[in-house]
């Protein structure tokens, strides 16, 4: 049986590597700290999810469907 490879992630925030196993309660990212500064990012809308635009005339037809 071959020993299983460690999976290695890097921090969002700051690009340092992390191991991605069950004690690293920040996972994926390194600290609390780098954890705090994306979600941060999300609160103030400084990330986003794109997505298309609809009329309202697009909205009900849609939801007849």
Known sequence: MTPLKKTVVTCP???KT???VSEQRWRPFCSERCRLIDL????SESYRVPAEEQTPAEDSE???Q
């Open 13 to 15: 925030t700051c690009g």
């Open 18 to 20: 992390v191991e991605w």
């Open 40 to 43: 941060g990012e999300w609160a």
């Open 62 to 64: 849609a939801e007849k």
